[in-house]
T-cell receptor, first 114, second 112 residues
C-alpha cells in the first residue's frame, strides 16, 4: 500500500485481556519496527524485523509481549494479560532496507487498558 | 549510550511568528538526522533528512540545520500557522540497522 497501515486505531481492553495489534508495512519494505509511545514521551523501541526474522527484541518490556512477522510482510504485536501500564500508543514503522531508506511510520494504535 | 535532548520542552507562539527548536544528540556512528512532526493521535511524519555533510535543508517553511561536529541541530519554522501545532521530534540515525533513539520532542502550540 501507499503507507504503513495499523489496526485497530483504538483498542480498549480490560485488565488481563489479551490483545493483538496489526501492522501492514509498505509493500517491499524489508525492515519493520514496533515502538511504544507513552503520553508526552518519544517513541521507545520494542522490536525489529528484517523480513520474517526478528533480529532484535531487546525493547519488549516483559514476556507478555510477543511480535511476529511470519511471511515477512504483515506483523502482529500481541500483548497477553494486559496491565494498566501497557496503555500507550503502539507505533509501527517500516523501511526499504536496514539503512533506513524510506523510513515511514503508521498512525499507531492507541491502547487503553481499564 | 545514545541520547537525544530537545529544547524547549514546550513552546507557545502567536500565529505568523517564527520559532527555532533545538536538538543535541550523542549517537555513534552517525548516519543522518531527521526531524519529524507528530500531530496528536498520529504517527510521526518526516520533515527533513540531513546527512553529516549537509549543513542546512529546507522543506517549505521548515529549515533544519546540522552541525555534525558539535552534534547539534535546529529546526526553524517561519511564519507559523495554526496547523504547525504538534510535537517535533529530532531523530539521529546510525549506520547499519536503524534502531533509532528518539527524544521526547518539543510540543509547539500556535495560537491565533
Amino acid at each position: 500500500g501507499a503507507g504503513v497501515s495499523q489496526s485497530p486505531r483504538y483498542k480498549v481492553a480490560k485488565r488481563g485481556q489479551d490483545v493483538a495489534l496489526r501492522c501492514d508495512p509498505i509493500s517491499g519494505h524489508v525492515s519493520l519496527f514496533w515502538y511504544q509511545q507513552a503520553l508526552g514521551q518519544g517513541p521507545e523501541f520494542l522490536t525489529y524485523f528484517q523480513n520474517e526474522a526478528q533480529l532484535d527484541k531487546s525493547g519488549l518490556p516483559s514476556d507478555r509481549f510477543f511480535a511476529e512477522r511470519p511471511e515477512g510482510s504483515v506483523s502482529t504485536l500481541k500483548i497477553q494479560r494486559t496491565q494498566q501500564e501497557d496503555s500507550a500508543v503502539y507505533l509501527c514503522a517500516s523501511s526499504l532496507n536496514d539503512r533506513g531508506d524510506g523510513y515511514t511510520f503508521g498512525s499507531g494504535t492507541r491502547l487503553t487498558v481499564v | 549510550k545514545n541520547q537525544v535532548e530537545q529544547s524547549p520542552q514546550s513552546l507557545i507562539i502567536l500565529e505568523g511568528k517564527n520559532c527555532t527548536l533545538q536538538c543535541n544528540y550523542t549517537v555513534s556512528p552517525f548516519s543522518n538526522l531527521r526531524w519529524y512532526k507528530q500531530d496528536t493521535g498520529r504517527g510521526p511524519v518526516s520533515l527533513t533528512i540531513m546527512t553529516f555533510s549537509e549543513n542546512t535543508k529546507s522543506n517549505g517553511r521548515y529549515t533544519a540545520t546540522l552541525d555534525a561536529d558539535t552534534k547539534q541541530s535546529s529546526l526553524h519554522i517561519t511564519a507559523s500557522q495554526l496547523s504547525d501545532s504538534a510535537s517535533y521530534i529530532c531523530v539521529p540515525f546510525s549506520g547499519g540497522y536503524q534502531k533509532v533513539t528518539f527524544g521526547t520532542g518539543t510540543k509547539l502550540q500556535v495560537i491565533p
